[in-house]
C-alpha cells in the first residue's frame, strides 16, 4: 500500500511540475508579446524546436534492441515493391499482371 501511495504522490507531484513550467512559460511569452520582443521569441522558440528535435533524437523510441542477438524485424516492403518477395499474400486485388494503358 506504501509504493502505491508513493507512486500517487510521484506522479502527482510531476503534474504539478509540469503545469507550473507550462504556467512560467506562458507568462514568459505573454510577457515578451506585450513588450513586442518578437526577435526574443524567434529566438527562444528555435531554440526550443531545437531542443526537442535532440531530445527525440537521442531517444528510444522503438525501444532496445539488440543487433547481434535479435533478428530484423519482418518487413518485406522493398521485396514487394520489386516483385522479389516469395510469398505475398495480399487482400486487395490479385496476382496477375495488368494491362498496358493505351493513350
Not at 526577435?39 to 527562444?44: D, E, K, R, S, W
Not at 522558440?45 to 528535435?53: G, M, Q, R
Not at 531530445?55 to 521485396?79: H, M, Q, T
Request: aromatic content about 4%; glycine content about 4%.
Amino acid at each position: 500500500m506504501d509504493r502505491k501511495s508513493s507512486a500517487v504522490a510521484t506522479h502527482k507531484r510531476r503534474r504539478r511540475l509540469a503545469l507550473l513550467w507550462s504556467a512560467a512559460v506562458a507568462i514568459v511569452v505573454t510577457v515578451l508579446l506585450v513588450q513586442e520582443q518578437v526577435a526574443v521569441l524567434y529566438v527562444l522558440a528555435t531554440l526550443s524546436v531545437t531542443a526537442l528535435l535532440m531530445i527525440v533524437a537521442w531517444s528510444d523510441l522503438g525501444g532496445a534492441r539488440l543487433a547481434a542477438n535479435e533478428p530484423p524485424p519482418f518487413d518485406d516492403a522493398a521485396a514487394i515493391a520489386d516483385g522479389k518477395a516469395t510469398s505475398v499474400s495480399t487482400t486487395v486485388g490479385s496476382a496477375a499482371p495488368r494491362a498496358i494503358k493505351r493513350r
